[in-house]
Every structure is written in structure tokens, then in C-alpha cells.
């Protein structure tokens, strides 16, 4: 049973790029949610995905945008870096159509570092 | 406003001992609690959850409690291990509206240090 999977692992971009990430949710699964943890706190909640759609966003700017594909997997975009968009990014995948009181569970990111 | 933290950044514990993890939320409408483990160079790994029209779960050697009174959630951890030694996070949701569904608030973590 495979887990949830993020790629890549690492990478490094300039100020003023932009990124992709991607996530492929764990078998059985049809929601995602991204995350960002910088170093030595916990994670903050970038927003939702469900049924391709943006269900919940938390309080990132509109640099931050996501897509949902048909077989549930996601992708997260920054545009124009900041140097304090440096930290690791977490995808987590649960179950949806249930609703809340969902756990959550979480690929090992990507850790992506602004020069 | 809404928080969820943690008592303590650092928690020593002997190896074979039992470990108490504490975590405090102040948002009455949460009804939903997990808690995760983190590695380093890991995602949070999930260990255990609870609703909140329970006050008790267990699990395998974890225990968690959840005292709506005073909004106070722990983690026990029976007979520690090396193994253990890692981050530990708790956080919150609520789902009163579809709006907040899933929407997990996280504390700053604690560490934990198992000594042999």
C-alpha cells in the first residue's frame, strides 16, 4: 500500500522563480492538503484540495496555487519566490466525501531552499 | 484567537520510562485532535486521533487524553524506546462549517529525547 509521495525531494530556485510540486495521495484517498513548515515550527496550512476543487485555503497569499488532477493527484505553485518562501512542503492526503474528523497523512516533502 | 501549543519544547525521558506529552487549545469549537511524530528529514507521521465526544483512546503503548474543561490534550507513551525519540506535534480542526473541514492548526512540537 503505497504512501503519499511528493517530488522532488530538493530543490533550489532564485528569487523572483517560480516552483512546482507534486503529490500523488496515498491509494484510496481523494482529498489533499499542502502544507508549509519552516525550520523548527510546525506546519501551516496552505489550502485543500477535493473533487479537483480548492475547498479550504489558510492565510497564504495568491502567489500560492494549487491544482487537483482526476486521479486525485495535486500539484503546488509559488510564483515570484521570496527568500522567505524557504522551508519544507507537505502533502497530506485523507479521505473527503466523509467530511471532517479525517487523519490526515503526510508524505516526507519537499524541502525547497531560495537563493 | 485560535492556538493550539505545547507546555513543554523538550522533553528528556529514560529509556523504559513512561512519557507524558502535553498540548493546550484554546478554540472550544475544535472537536477533532491528532497527533504526529516527526523524524528528522520526515514528514509527521500520524499516531493517533480523538473526537471530541470521547476522553480517551488508546492505541499500541500510546494513550491519548482530551480534557474539554480546561482544553488540554496529552500523549502518553508506555515504556519508551529510542525509537520514540523524534518531534512530536499535536493539532486541531473543527468542523462546525465546510469551510473548516480538514483545516488542521498545528503547535510548535515537542521535542522528545530518549536516554538510554
Known amino acids: 500500500d503505497a504512501g503519499v509521495t511528493q517530488s522532488p525531494t530538493h530543490l533550489i530556485k532564485t528569487r523572483g522563480q517560480q516552483v512546482t510540486l507534486r503529490c500523488s495521495p496515498k491509494s484510496g484517498h481523494d482529498t489533499v492538503s499542502w502544507y508549509q513548515q519552516a525550520l523548527g515550527q510546525g506546519p501551516q496550512f496552505i489550502f485543500q484540495?477535493?473533487?479537483?476543487?480548492?475547498?479550504q485555503r489558510g492565510n497564504f497569499p495568491d502567489r500560492f496555487s494549487g491544482h487537483q488532477f482526476p486521479n486525485y493527484s495535486s500539484e503546488l505553485n509559488v510564483n515570484a519566490l521570496l527568500l522567505g518562501d524557504s522551508a519544507l512542503y507537505l502533502c497530506?492526503?485523507?479521505?473527503?466525501?466523509?467530511?471532517?474528523?479525517?487523519?490526515?497523512?503526510f508524505g516526507d516533502g519537499t524541502r525547497l531552499s531560495i537563493l | 484567537g485560535e492556538s493550539v501549543g505545547l507546555h513543554l519544547p523538550t522533553l528528556s525521558v529514560q529509556e523504559g520510562d513512561n512519557s507524558i506529552i502535553n498540548c493546550a487549545y484554546s478554540?472550544?469549537?475544535?472537536?477533532?485532535f491528532i497527533w504526529y511524530k516527526q523524524e528528522s528529514g520526515k514528514g509527521p507521521q500520524f499516531i493517533i486521533d480523538i473526537r471530541s465526544n470521547m476522553d480517551k483512546r488508546q492505541g499500541q503503548r500510546v494513550t491519548v487524553l482530551l480534557n474539554k474543561t480546561v482544553k488540554h490534550l496529552s500523549l502518553q507513551i508506555a515504556a519508551t524506546q529510542p525509537g520514540d525519540s523524534a518531534v512530536y506535534f499535536c493539532?486541531?480542526?473543527?468542523?462546525?462549517?465546510?469551510?473548516?473541514?480538514?483545516?488542521?492548526?498545528f503547535g510548535a512540537g515537542t521535542q522528545v529525547v530518549v536516554t538510554p
Open positions: 497530506a492526503s485523507s479521505l473527503g466525501a466523509t467530511g471532517n474528523n479525517q487523519p490526515q497523512h
Open positions: 478554540n472550544s469549537a475544535s472537536d477533532y
Open positions: 493539532a486541531e480542526s473543527h468542523g462546525a462549517t465546510t469551510d473548516s473541514w480538514g483545516k488542521l492548526q
Open positions: 484540495y477535493y473533487e479537483e476543487e480548492e475547498r
